[in-house]
């Protein structure tokens, strides 16, 4: 049951960024509300690995204890294969923002221990309870349905984290956009892979399709496949795990997958972004996903939640006029979005285009990598985040090998 006091802030969503954002408030001595409509966290076929710029950002708020409660484990590089051999190893630590890992996780499990945490932390988190309505008058106020009943809880602020389909991202007085589906990107959690190398992040692309697999905690690996929904149905991998298994066992190590067990369901979704035309208004703002997804294939969304946890508690914490603190996040928050929402664009190009064309881009873009490794500094995007870049013009001549 909600009890009748006005909270500090209300959090609708307790998926990664809702929890890890209501543990870091409460921590501070915030009164807060956390609420999750799904009365357990089960595997949805979502993130399961953090690239270092988003480690850095929890380890910067002091987030290391709950990383390990939450059986993480460190990825040191990203492993590149062709034909079942390893061709090119990409170390992250002499790049990365405080020499930070990638990490690979259990989606649920890191969900289920950020939970507790918040309400160890002092937050009041509460499930199953369904956020359903919004009003605004001298406060926000926000309509929650919990065990059947129906109530309505004010606070000084509402923080929608409620993922990609956010429904609640209207309530800042933004609508919904998105860019089209190209790709999709999903897979299998499985047990029993045969390989030496658990602390890699490993990927191979051939035409515009690719496999990655990397531990996700202690005994269990994600495994991913990235396709055209068109060749999901030619294969079956997106129905079968057997089909999934012949598909992928060309791409691996020979045998890797030989005595392989499925564990989790079988799920794709759409790579395309989508994001929010307004992040903050009427005493809301959005994080995580709710403020804007990428396509899942780049692999940033858990790392962008976490930056955007530590830009806004730090903002709320640091500034009395909380319309002030979240207009600046709603700033920074669009500014680091698109950089890496063009990062993505140019990237499918260079990957999923054909023809002469496409093969001349990609010829130029290996050229220009000669010239500077670290591309104007997108190369390095993953390891050190999307702050300090800017998508303009030049950035993406010199992406694209062009000046
Ligand atoms: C196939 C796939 C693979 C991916 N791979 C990666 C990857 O390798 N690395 C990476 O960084 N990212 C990856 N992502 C993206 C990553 O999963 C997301 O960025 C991340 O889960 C977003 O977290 P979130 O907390 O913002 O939203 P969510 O995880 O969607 O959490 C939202 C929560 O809000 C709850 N909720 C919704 N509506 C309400 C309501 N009205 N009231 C109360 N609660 C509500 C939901 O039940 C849910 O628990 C992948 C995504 C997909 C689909």
Same mark, same amino acid.
């Given at each position: 049951?909600?009890?009748?006091?006005?909270?500090?802030?209300?959090?609708?969503?307790? $998926?990664?960024?809702?929890?890890?954002?209501? +543990?870091?408030?409460?921590?501070?001595?915030? $009164?807060?509300?956390?609420? !999750?409509? !799904?009365?357990?966290?089960? %595997?949805?076929?979502?993130?399961?690995?953090?690239?270092?710029?988003?480690?850095?950002?929890?380890?910067?708020? /002091?987030? #290391?204890?709950?990383?390990?409660?939450?059986? @993480?484990?460190?990825?040191?590089?990203?492993?590149?294969?062709?034909?079942?051999?390893?061709?090119?190893?990409?170390?992250?630590?002499? /790049?990365?923002?405080?020499?930070?890992?990638?990490?690979?996780?259990?989606?649920?499990?890191?969900?289920?221990?950020?939970?507790?945490? &918040?309400?160890?932390? +002092?937050?009041?988190?509460?499930?199953?309870?369904?956020?359903?309505?919004?009003?605004?008058?001298?406060?926000?106020?926000?309509?929650?349905?919990?065990? $059947?009943?129906?109530?309505?809880?004010? &606070?000084?602020?509402?923080?929608?984290?409620?993922?990609?389909?956010?429904? *609640?991202?209207?309530?800042? +007085?933004? =609508?919904?956009?998105?860019?089209? =589906?190209?790709?999709?990107?999903?897979?299998?959690?499985?047990?029993?892979?045969?390989?030496? %190398?658990?602390?890699?992040?490993?990927?191979?692309?051939?035409?515009? =399709?690719?496999?990655?697999?990397?531990?996700?905690?202690?005994? &269990?690996?994600?495994?991913?496949?990235?396709?055209?929904?068109?060749?999901?149905?030619?294969?079956?991998?997106?129905?079968?795990?057997?089909?999934?298994? *012949?598909?992928?066992?060309?791409?691996?190590?020979?045998?890797?997958?030989?005595?392989?067990?499925?564990? #989790?369901?079988?799920?794709?979704?759409?790579?395309?972004?989508?994001?929010?035309?307004?992040?903050? +208004?009427?005493?809301?703002?959005?994080?995580? /996903?709710?403020?804007?997804?990428? %396509?899942?294939?780049?692999?940033?969304?858990?790392?962008?939640?976490?930056?955007?946890?530590?830009?806004?508690?730090?903002?709320?914490?640091?500034?009395?006029?909380?319309?002030?603190?979240?207009?600046? @996040?709603?700033?920074?928050?669009?500014?680091?979005?698109?950089?890496?929402?063009?990062?993505?664009?140019?990237? @499918?190009?260079?990957?999923?285009?054909? $023809?002469?064309?496409? /093969?001349?881009?990609? =010829?130029?873009?290996?050229?220009?990598?000669?010239?500077?490794?670290?591309?104007?500094?997108? !190369?390095?995007?993953?390891?050190?985040?999307?702050?300090?870049?800017?998508?303009? %013009?030049?950035?993406?001549?010199?992406?694209?090998?062009?000046?």
């Amino acid at each position: 049951m909600i009890d009748g006091r006005v909270y500090d802030v209300i959090v609708v969503g307790a $998926g990664m960024a809702g929890s890890t954002l209501a +543990g870091v408030l409460a921590r501070a001595g915030l $009164g807060v509300l956390v609420v !999750e409509k !799904e009365p357990r966290f089960r %595997d949805r076929v979502r993130g399961e690995s953090t690239y270092p710029f988003g480690v850095a950002d929890a380890l910067r708020m /002091d987030l #290391g204890d709950l990383l390990g409660r939450a059986g @993480c484990v460190e990825l040191e590089a990203v492993q590149t294969y062709a034909q079942g051999q390893p061709i090119q190893r990409y170390v992250w630590a002499d /790049d990365a923002v405080d020499g930070a890992n990638e990490i690979g996780f259990s989606h649920p499990r890191f969900q289920e221990t950020a939970f507790a945490w &918040a309400a160890s932390q +002092g937050a009041h988190a509460l499930r199953p309870a369904k956020a359903v309505a919004f009003a605004h008058d001298e406060r926000p106020r926000v309509t929650v349905v919990d065990d $059947g009943h129906e109530e309505t809880v004010s &606070a000084r602020l509402v923080v929608v984290a409620d993922g990609k389909l956010s429904v *609640a991202r209207r309530w800042t +007085g933004g =609508e919904t956009v998105a860019d089209p =589906e190209h790709h999709r990107f999903g897979g299998v959690l499985v047990a029993g892979v045969r390989t030496n %190398d658990r602390r890699s992040d490993n990927v191979a692309w051939i035409d515009g =399709e690719a496999v990655n697999w990397f531990a996700a905690g202690a005994d &269990a690996t994600r495994l991913y496949l990235v396709m055209t929904a068109a060749r999901l149905r030619e294969t079956g991998t997106d129905r079968s795990f057997a089909a999934i298994v *012949a598909y992928a066992s060309p791409f691996m190590p020979e045998g890797a997958l030989t005595e392989v067990e499925q564990i #989790g369901p079988i799920g794709f979704f759409p790579n395309n972004d989508i994001w929010s035309s307004q992040i903050a +208004g009427n005493d809301v703002v959005l994080i995580g /996903d709710a403020a804007g997804a990428p %396509d899942p294939t780049v692999g940033m969304g858990t790392a962008l939640l976490f930056h955007d946890v530590r830009v806004l508690s730090e903002l709320l914490l640091a500034e009395r006029d909380w319309r002030i603190a979240i207009a600046t @996040c709603a700033r920074r928050r669009e500014r680091y979005f698109a950089v890496i929402r063009e990062n993505d664009r140019w990237r @499918c190009l260079l990957r999923n285009d054909r $023809g002469p064309e496409a /093969d001349r881009l990609r =010829e130029r873009h290996e050229r220009a990598k000669q010239r500077d490794p670290t591309l104007g500094g997108f !190369e390095l995007l993953e390891a050190r985040g999307p702050d300090g870049l800017v998508v303009d %013009d030049e950035a993406r001549r010199t992406f694209f090998g062009q000046d």
